[in-house]
T-cell receptor
């Protein structure tokens, strides 16, 4: 039973445009959500998080939106840059339980 | 600050052999995690330590996997005997607290079992 789903394995976006990465979850007890970015041969690095008491959190070019009724969150990157090309994982937890990761979306930003 | 250190970076073994991975977390981080990431999947938690005590090992295959964290700092993860399906990247992570703190990951050990 996959509680966190990233249904798009890959996404290709032109430099300067918006990248939108999506994530769906099934466990209504999840109350904390995070996005991690992973480059090849490196470990995931924390990008941005959001608590269930909010519906939006912004950090520079990165914005995470949470729709609790739809059990859906998305990561917006504006504007996209070639250095954003990586695999993006969403993760969720229900305090005090462990983080559950999605399967990842590979983003490619081309010139 | 220095990141999470892991060694070795790569390991190739035959099935039924044993292997050990080492992790040194960020200084001062009380919580340490071992994750298994199989190709095409997200990281899956194997075991979580708080200082040198185990918080969660519900997904650790205890018949073949073991882990310890001596003195609440470094940790080792061992597989004995290895199976083909253990081929994966083993990631160590640390954090200052539990689920609400972002995890800091090491670069992982890529294990290939032949």
């Amino acid at each position: 039973d996959q509680q966190v789903k990233q249904n798009s394995p890959s996404l290709s976006v032109q430099e300067g445009r918006i990248s939108i990465l999506n994530c769906d979850y099934t466990n209504s007890m999840f109350d904390y959500f995070l996005w991690y970015k992973k480059y090849p041969a490196e470990g995931p690095t924390f990008l941005i998080s959001i608590s269930s008491i909010k519906d939006k959190n912004e950090d520079g070019r990165f914005t995470v939106f949470l729709n609790k009724s739809a059990k859906h969150l998305s990561l917006h990157i504006v504007p996209s840059q070639p250095g954003d090309s990586a695999v993006y994982f969403c993760a969720a937890s229900a305090f005090p339980d462990k983080l559950i990761f999605g399967t990842g979306t590979r983003l490619q930003v081309f010139p | 600050e220095a990141g999470v250190a892991q060694s070795p970076r790569y390991k190739i073994i035959e099935k039924r052999q044993s292997v050990a991975f080492w992790c040194n977390p960020i200084s001062g981080h009380a919580t340490l995690y071992w994750y298994q990431q199989i190709l095409g999947q997200g990281p899956k938690l194997l075991i979580q330590f708080q200082n040198n005590g185990v918080v969660d090992d519900s997904q650790l295959p205890k018949d073949r996997f073991s882990a310890e964290r001596l003195k609440g700092v470094d940790s080792t993860l061992k597989i004995q005997p290895a199976k083909l399906e253990d081929s994966a990247v083993y990631l160590c992570a640390s954090s200052t607290r539990t689920a609400r703190s972002p995890l800091h990951f090491g670069n992982g050990t890529r294990l290939t079992v032949t």
